[in-house]
């Protein structure tokens, strides 16, 4: 009997006042204390209940000051990069108050070195007994290399070349400990076995290190692998090292495109097309009835000030626009950031002919995830809908309000999907990975 499509949840979050809506830190109903550790922890807390997959951190290392060269607009209006605190200590702390719950991390291979990025995460794959992630991204912008005393932000397709020298490097580290390496004979007083701990010594373009890491391997082997470049080399990327892959698509044409490239670019890596699950960012709206759904999407847009999403644009884009007048098209933006999700702008209209006041509003509502407007069971349908028509294995929620959002979507989503035999009633045993590969069904 052929069982309904699992669909995989994944919680989206960046450690400060802003994720995709630029309106979080604004809600009119509370306080959103993005500083202290209890809103982390209670946020953990709900999407276990609500059975998610994971949670998960976008980060960047810069605060936004593209648009007219200048941090004005960010830090005074709040955009997505004016506060982002580190979110792996958080995670450790999530891990403290969740036991199944998936932890994900963005981290730099641009920015970060291998050695320390490979024991961060297998040290959270130790502590949280097997559900470390690691959204690989190559950032994004030159305020991000001038924090790391590069004038220069390489060009793109060198960054993915160094990120698969990484991914080479951190893999040979997060293997250097065979699986039972580690003895513990406390009678014998001998710890590990020194034959099954081997030296990295890698020499390549970008880094050398001699390893091994001073860590055991964890229960994972190694975190699992999220990546979410869009661009034709940012696929090709995806395509090689990750096992899941997230995607940020304006619409279900669009995201029934990326499916398909997806699966194309896992076949030409010699991998099954379905090997990556491919998970959509969408930003719910849920209300007792539709019009109420629909009156807090609008209270939501009426808190987003424009400007910051120019702001947000600009530091995606790496591109200063600020001299194009607010009703040039976004065609005439120069990009040398994200490739894709310029594209993606771009495709909204159609030919480009979105304006770039349009733009600002659409990149502050939510960056350009797709808004799922409606009662809970609207929602649950439009998820599975979009899960049937092959376009999406799952979605990143990306929230609009915070708690607020993950607790409309767990107290009245969650049991939906659930009744509809599509999410797991409970996690049963294994890691992350065991789950995100079909452990666990309901
Ligand atoms: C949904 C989504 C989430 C992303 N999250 C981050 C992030 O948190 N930090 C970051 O530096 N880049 C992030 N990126 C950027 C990509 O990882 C990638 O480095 C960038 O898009 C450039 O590659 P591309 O031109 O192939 O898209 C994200 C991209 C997408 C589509």
């Given at each position: 009997?052929?069982?309904?499509?699992?669909?995989?949840?994944?919680?989206?979050?960046?450690?400060?006042?802003?994720?995709?809506?630029?309106?979080?830190?604004r809600?009119?109903?509370?306080?959103?204390?993005?500083?202290?550790?209890?809103?982390?922890?209670?946020?953990?807390?709900?999407?276990?209940?609500?059975?998610?997959?994971?949670?998960?951190?976008?980060?960047?290392?810069?605060?936004?000051?593209?648009?007219?060269?200048?941090?004005?607009?960010?830090?005074?209006?709040?955009?997505?990069?004016?506060?982002?605190?580190?979110?792996?200590?958080?995670?450790?702390?999530?891990?403290?108050?969740?036991?199944?719950?998936?932890?994900?991390a963005?981290?730099?291979?641009?920015?970060?070195?291998?050695?320390?990025?490979?024991?961060?995460?297998?040290?959270?794959?130790?502590?949280s007994?097997g559900?470390?992630?690691?959204?690989?991204?190559?950032?994004?912008?030159?305020?991000?290399?001038?924090?790391?005393?590069?004038?220069?932000?390489?060009?793109?397709?060198?960054?993915?070349?160094?990120?698969?020298e990484?991914?080479?490097?951190?893999?040979?580290l997060?293997?250097?400990?065979?699986?039972?390496?580690?003895?513990?004979?406390?009678?014998?007083?001998?710890?590990?076995?020194?034959?099954?701990?081997?030296?990295?010594?890698?020499?390549?373009?970008?880094?050398?290190?001699?390893?091994?890491?001073?860590?055991?391997?964890?229960?994972?082997?190694?975190?699992?692998?999220?990546?979410a470049?869009?661009?034709?080399?940012?696929?090709?990327?995806?395509?090689?090292?990750?096992?899941?892959?997230?995607?940020?698509?304006?619409?279900?044409?669009?995201?029934?495109?990326?499916?398909?490239?997806?699966?194309?670019?896992?076949?030409?890596?010699?991998?099954?097309?379905?090997?990556?699950?491919?998970?959509?960012?969408?930003?719910?709206?849920?209300?007792?009835?539709?019009?109420?759904?629909?009156?807090?999407?609008?209270?939501?847009?009426s808190?987003?000030?424009?400007?910051?999403?120019?702001?947000?644009?600009?530091?995606?884009?790496?591109?200063?626009?600020?001299?194009?007048p607010?009703?040039?098209?976004?065609?005439?933006?120069?990009?040398?950031?994200?490739?894709?999700?310029?594209?993606?702008?771009?495709?909204?209209?159609?030919?480009?002919?979105?304006?770039?006041?349009?733009?600002?509003?659409?990149?502050?509502?939510?960056?350009?995830?797709?808004?799922?407007?409606?009662?809970?069971?609207?929602?649950?349908?439009?998820?599975?809908?979009?899960?049937?028509?092959?376009?999406?294995?799952?979605?990143v929620?990306?929230?609009?309000?915070?708690?607020?959002?993950?607790d409309?979507?767990?107290d009245?989503?969650?049991?939906?999907?659930?009744?509809?035999?599509?999410?797991?009633?409970?996690?049963?045993?294994?890691?992350?990975?065991d789950?995100?590969?079909?452990?666990?069904?309901?």
């Open positions: 009997m052929s069982q309904d499509k699992q669909i995989h949840l994944c919680g989206f979050l960046v450690a400060g006042p802003v994720v995709h809506s630029h309106a979080i830190w809600n009119p109903a509370h306080e959103t204390p993005f500083l202290t550790l209890g809103h982390y922890a209670g946020i953990a807390r709900t999407l276990e209940r609500g059975m998610f997959d994971f949670v998960f951190f976008a980060d960047r290392l810069a605060i936004a000051d593209r648009y007219g060269d200048s941090h004005e607009i960010g830090i005074r209006h709040g955009d997505q990069d004016a506060t982002r605190m580190d979110p792996v200590p958080i995670l450790g702390a999530m891990a403290a108050v969740t036991s199944h719950l998936g932890l994900g963005t981290r730099s291979t641009t920015y970060d070195a291998p050695y320390n990025l490979a024991r961060e995460f297998a040290t959270l794959d130790h502590i007994g559900r470390a992630a690691w959204n690989v991204v190559t950032s994004m912008n030159d305020g991000e290399a001038l924090n790391f005393g590069v004038a220069q932000h390489l060009s793109h397709d060198e960054r993915y070349d160094r990120a698969d990484f991914m080479e490097l951190a893999f040979k997060w293997d250097s400990w065979e699986p039972d390496a580690l003895v513990l004979d406390r009678a014998a007083g001998i710890y590990a076995d020194p034959a099954k701990v081997r030296y990295a010594n890698h020499k390549g373009r970008w880094f050398q290190s001699r390893g091994p890491l001073n860590i055991p391997r964890s229960p994972q082997g190694r975190p699992l692998i999220i990546q470049g869009s661009s034709g080399r940012g696929k090709a990327f995806a395509a090689r090292w990750s096992e899941v892959i997230f995607a940020l698509q304006p619409n279900l044409t669009r995201m029934g495109v990326f499916k398909a490239d997806v699966a194309a670019a896992l076949e030409k890596e010699g991998r099954a097309p379905d090997a990556a699950k491919v998970m959509m960012a969408v930003m719910p709206f849920i209300g007792d009835s539709r019009a109420e759904a629909e009156d807090k999407r609008d209270l939501h847009d808190l987003v000030d424009p400007r910051v999403g120019l702001s947000t644009l600009a530091a995606h884009a790496n591109a200063d626009f600020s001299s194009l607010l009703e040039a098209t976004v065609n005439e933006i120069a990009d040398t950031g994200s490739q894709g999700n310029l594209a993606a702008l771009r495709s909204i209209a159609g030919d480009g002919s979105t304006t770039i006041a349009e733009a600002g509003r659409i990149y502050g509502r939510g960056v350009m995830c797709p808004r799922v407007t409606g009662t809970a069971e609207d929602v649950a349908e439009e998820l599975i809908s979009i899960v049937d028509s092959g376009a999406a294995d799952g979605f929620i990306s929230p609009a309000f915070l708690p607020d959002t993950f409309d979507f767990v009245r989503v969650t049991p939906i999907l659930q009744k509809r035999g599509r999410l797991r009633s409970s996690y049963g045993a294994g890691s992350l990975r789950r995100l590969n079909g452990a666990g069904r309901p």
